[in-house]
């Protein structure tokens, strides 16, 4: 009897768990002033944008449902007038600082003002009452940074904007020290996975991975900690000397290439898209190069990342940039088998075109985000004194 009442409580202690995980999540938004104008939340899933518009709404109370897999960011913004700053007559807009806030599968509530959604506040979970914290030390400093950018705009003469741009990266920076003391204070918390993962420019490569090493194994497994670690990964992976990373991919005629076939050649690796516009405007040097070169021992490897989630829909997009921009070199897609091999991600790229030079052996000798066409081409002239 013991036996059954056990497996029956257990049973029922699983079902409890799993009907919370199913639950997924409500965010009730009560806006004050906010009235029939749109309010927007937006959340990073694996690296895809998602946008979620209210589904029920009374006055300013808007309401939210979905289910997450993991903590994810939100960011909440609205469409009401007082929310964006129009700088040029006739629709041109900067939008007013939105409030960003934890979404995990729980009930959520925000209360703020339309005008000023930033000084928000959330309610849910451990996660939200940490993020409350840091907004409550950045919201003056936010706000004075909103004054100041729209000042900037009605500023007419150079030396009066400048003025107001040293007014705004004085005021940047000390935000800047709030959000690094609080990833310092705050090891544990998913809020500083958040802005380690935006403050990647901020410090250098050593101080970045020694703040991601500080920082606790609780979050490590979610989207926005494996960015990091890929940020760091990428960042050794492309240093000068660097012995450049292997992969396989499916190449613009069906067949598989592999980067290792490649040794004893100099070899380009062209980071680019067919959405990208400069990537697209570098091809025509890119074809230059290849024609004066290809006979001394080098190799260009197109790498493209698609938009498209649609591995068809990407390959067709890609393959119509090739033939559109009569590129004859190695390329492949790094939508093909992303999941086990994503060369982006890999490489740190997070610039394109992205335009990393290898050596006979396959090891880094020159870097360059964006186009960089006389560095390029300086630097093949050195490399085989043509």
Not at 41 to 56: N, P
Not at 113 to 123: H, N, P, Q
Not at 277 to 291: D, N, Q, T, V
Request: hydrophobic share 40%.
């Amino acid at each position: 009897m013991k036996k059954t009442i056990l497996t029956i409580a257990g049973s029922l202690l699983l079902a409890v768990v799993s009907n919370a995980q199913e639950k997924g999540f409500k965010i009730t938004a009560n806006i004050k002033g906010q009235g029939d104008y749109r309010l927007t939340i937006s959340r990073l899933a694996d690296g895809k944008r998602i946008m979620d518009t209210a589904i029920a709404h009374n006055g300013d109370t808007f309401v939210y449902t979905g289910r997450v897999d993991e903590p994810v960011i939100g960011t909440l913004s609205s469409a009401h007038p007082a929310a964006r700053y129009e700088f040029v007559k006739g629709g041109m807009f900067m939008p007013a600082p939105n409030l960003d806030f934890v979404i995990t599968n729980r009930e959520i509530t925000i209360t703020a003002d339309a005008t000023e959604l930033f000084k928000g506040t959330i309610a849910g979970g451990r996660e939200n009452q940490e993020l409350n914290k840091l907004h409550q030390a950045e919201a003056p400093l936010i706000a004075q940074e909103w004054e100041i950018r729209k000042k900037r705009f009605k500023k007419e003469d150079s030396v009066a904007r400048n003025i107001t741009m040293a007014e705004q990266k004085a005021v940047k920076d000390k935000l800047l020290d709030i959000r690094k003391q609080f990833i310092v204070k705050h090891p544990g918390s998913f809020v500083s996975i958040m802005l380690l993962s935006r403050l990647n420019g901020d410090y250098d490569m050593a101080a970045y991975e020694q703040a991601y090493n500080k920082l606790s194994g609780t979050y490590k497994n979610t989207y926005l900690a494996k960015y990091i670690a890929s940020r760091i990964s990428g960042a050794k992976a492309t240093e000068i000397g660097a012995k450049a990373i292997g992969f396989t991919k499916m190449d613009n005629h069906g067949q598989p290439f592999t980067l290792a076939s490649l040794k004893g050649k100099y070899v380009l690796l062209d980071f680019w898209g067919s959405w990208c516009g400069p990537c697209r405007a570098s091809h025509p040097h890119l074809k230059e190069i290849y024609s004066k070169y290809k006979d001394k021992g080098f190799e260009i490897v197109g790498v493209a990342e698609e938009k498209s989630d649609d591995l068809e829909a990407a390959k067709k997009s890609w393959l119509g940039a090739i033939q559109s921009d009569g590129m004859s070199w190695i390329q492949v897609l790094n939508n093909y088998n992303k999941k086990d091999a994503d060369m982006v991600m890999a490489y740190g790229i997070d610039g394109f075109p992205t335009k990393i030079l290898l050596d006979k052996d396959g090891k880094v000798l020159f870097k360059i985000v964006g186009n960089g066409g006389d560095e390029l081409d300086q630097k093949l002239k050195s490399v085989f004194g043509l």
